[in-house]
C-alpha cells in the first residue's frame, strides 16, 4: 500500500515535470508579444526613377545622388546618338529625423537650384497595427538661375520660381509595389500665354523585385497639359542595382528634364517618335 | 484519508514548488556585432523573451529579427531583407539547459559561471552549441548573461561577394537578461 502511494506520488511529480518542460516552448510563444511590423524598402531608393518614392533617408542618413540624362539615340551617329549630350542633376538628401527629409540640388539644365522637404505621414504596417499603405508628402520649390537675354526677366527673381507639391501613396506586395503621386505643379512664369501656370498631374510608379539586388522600375505620370501639343507625359522604365550602400539605375526615357517641376511640365520629347534617352541615377548613402 | 490529504499535499507543493522556479523576462536584451575593417554593423533588441527554470536549469530565450535597432541607418533594411530574411525566418531562438546548476547558489549573492548547452536557431538553422554565461544572483533578482560568437555560414547566412569585405564571417553575440518570478 504504501509503496503504491510512493509510485503515485512519483509518477505525479514526473508528469508535472515532463509538462512543464514541454511547455516552455508554447510560454515562450505565448510572452513574445507580436510588434508592428512596419514594411520596410517598399522601393530600393527614394526616387522610383525621375519622381520620389515614399522612402527616405532614416534620421541622420546621408544621400548623395547623380543622375545624367543623355541626348536622344535619334539624334544619330554626329551626336554619338546622343551621348554627346547630358543634363545632370546632383541632389544631397539628409534625414532630420526618421519622418524628415530635406534635399538640396542642382541641375545643369537651365542651371536649376532644388530644395524640398519629404514628410512620411503613414507606414504600411502589419501586426499590432494595420494599415495598408505608406503616405508621404513631397514639398518642393525650384529656381532657374539661367541668364535670361530679357534683362528685365533676368531681375526678377519671383519669375523663376517653380513649385511642387505631391502626394505619394504606395504599397508593398511582396516583390510587387506600386505607387500613385497624384501631383500640383506651379510655375510663376511660363514660356507662353498659352502655357500653364498650374498642372494638375498623376504619377503612377512600381518596381518588380527580381533578386535582393536587382529589379525593375517603370514610372508614368499622366498631366493635363496645355493646349500647345509639344508636351508630352513622361514614361521611364529602369533597371536597378544596389549593392552595400548604393543604388544605380540605368534607365530609359523620354523626358531630359529630371527635376519635377520640369519633367512633368517640360517633357518636350515622345516616345512614339523614338525620341527615347539613356540615363542613369546612382545613389550613394553615407 | 490521512493518506489522501499527505498526498494532496504534497502534490500541491510540488506545483507550488514549480511556480516559484520559473523565472522570465519580456525585456532581455540581444547585441550583435559584425567588425570587419571597412565597417562596424551591430544591432540592438530589447524585446527578448526568456524563461529559466531554477529547478532543472532549463533556459530558453526567443526574439524576433525585426525588433533589431540599428547605429547605421540603412542597415536595418539590409539586414532584414538581405542578410536574415526575416519575413520567411521571423524568430531566433535558443533552448537549452545550464549544465552545472549544483555550482550555482541561488540563495547567496554572487557571480556564478554557468556552462550552458543546448540548441540555437537563427535563419531557420539549427546548431548545438556549448556557451559559458555568468549567472548573478543579488538580493534574490536572477540575471544572466552571455557573450559568444557565431559562424554565420553555419546558420546559412549568405553575404553577396561584392560586400565580403564589409560583412563579419564570425559576428559577435550578447545577450543580457533580468529575470523575474513568472506567475
Redesign the interface.
Known amino acids: 500500500m504504501k509503496l503504491k ?1 510512493i509510485a ?2 512519483l509518477f ?2 514526473t508528469l ?2 515532463s509538462a ?2 514541454q511547455d ?2 508554447a ?3 505565448e ?3 507580436e ?1 508592428t ?1 512596419y514594411s ?2 517598399t522601393f530600393l531608393n527614394s526616387r522610383i526613377i525621375n519622381g520620389h518614392s515614399v522612402e527616405q ?5 546621408l544621400d548623395f545622388r547623380i543622375a545624367h540624362r543623355f541626348g536622344t539615340f535619334n539624334e544619330g551617329g554626329k551626336e554619338f546618338y546622343g551621348l554627346d549630350e547630358s543634363n545632370s542633376y546632383f541632389v544631397l538628401d539628409y ?1 532630420i529625423t526618421d519622418r524628415i527629409m530635406v534635399g538640396v540640388g542642382r541641375a545643369t539644365l537651365n542651371k536649376l537650384a532644388t530644395g524640398y522637404l519629404k514628410f512620411k505621414i503613414f507606414r504600411q504596417s502589419s501586426g499590432a497595427v494595420n494599415f495598408p499603405m505608406s503616405i508621404s508628402f513631397l514639398t518642393s520649390a525650384s529656381a532657374t538661375t539661367k541668364t535670361y537675354s530679357d534683362e528685365v526677366r533676368n531681375d526678377d527673381f519671383i519669375s523663376r520660381l517653380d513649385y511642387t507639391y505631391q502626394l505619394l501613396l504606395a504599397r508593398k506586395m511582396n516583390k510587387v509595389s506600386v505607387q500613385l503621386s497624384p501631383t500640383f505643379v506651379h510655375r510663376n512664369l511660363v514660356d507662353t500665354k498659352e502655357d500653364l501656370n498650374n498642372i494638375a498631374a498623376l504619377g503612377i510608379g512600381g518596381r518588380y523585385k527580381i533578386t ?2 536587382w529589379a525593375v522600375n517603370a514610372e508614368y505620370f499622366y498631366v493635363n497639359h496645355s493646349s500647345l501639343d509639344k508636351y508630352y507625359n513622361p514614361l521611364s522604365f529602369a533597371v536597378s542595382y544596389q ?3 548604393h543604388v544605380f539605375q540605368i534607365l530609359l526615357t523620354n523626358s531630359m528634364p529630371i527635376t519635377a517641376n520640369s519633367f512633368i511640365g517640360n517633357t518636350t520629347h515622345s516616345w512614339t517618335n523614338g525620341d527615347l534617352r539613356l540615363g542613369f541615377n546612382i545613389s550613394t ?1 553615407f | 484519508m490521512k ?1 489522501i490529504t499527505i ?1 494532496v499535499l ?2 500541491s507543493s ?2 507550488f514548488c ?1 511556480s516559484q522556479n ?1 523565472f ?1 523576462t ?1 525585456t532581455g536584451h540581444a547585441y550583435f556585432m559584425s567588425h570587419t575593417d571597412a565597417i562596424d554593423i551591430d544591432g540592438n533588441n530589447n ?1 527578448v ?1 526568456s ?1 529559466f ?1 531554477k529547478e ?1 536549469g ?1 533556459v ?5 529579427i ?2 533589431f535597432k540599428f547605429t547605421l ?2 542597415a ?3 539586414f ?3 542578410y536574415m530574411e526575416s519575413d520567411k525566418f521571423p ?1 531566433a ?1 535558443f ?1 537549452g539547459n545550464v549544465m552545472n546548476m549544483n555550482e550555482i547558489d541561488f540563495n547567496t549573492d554572487g557571480s556564478y559561471k554557468a556552462k550552458v548547452k543546448g540548441r540555437l536557431t537563427i535563419h531557420g538553422a539549427t546548431n548545438e552549441i556549448e556557451q559559458e554565461g555568468i549567472v548573478t544572483i543579488k538580493d534574490g533578482e536572477i540575471s544572466a548573461s552571455s557573450k559568444f560568437k557565431v559562424n554565420i555560414a553555419d546558420y546559412k547566412i549568405k553575404v ?1 561577394k ?2 565580403k569585405e ?1 560583412v563579419a564571417q564570425t559576428v559577435d553575440i550578447e545577450v543580457d537578461f533580468n529575470y523575474e518570478l ?1 506567475k
Open positions: 502511494f503515485t506520488i505525479f511529480i508535472i515535470f512543464s518542460a516552455l516552448d510560454l515562450l510563444d510572452e513574445t508579444d510588434i511590423d520596410i524598402a533617408m532614416p534620421k541622420n542618413g534625414g535582393s539586388k549593392v552595400s550602400h548613402v | 493518506k498526498l504534497l502534490l510540488t506545483i514549480f520559473l522570465f519580456k524585446q523573451t524563461f527554470n532543472n532549463e530558453v530565450f526567443q526574439l524576433l525585426k525588433s541607418a540603412t536595418e533594411e539590409h532584414n531583407e538581405t524568430k531562438k533552448k553577396p561584392m560586400v564589409r513568472y
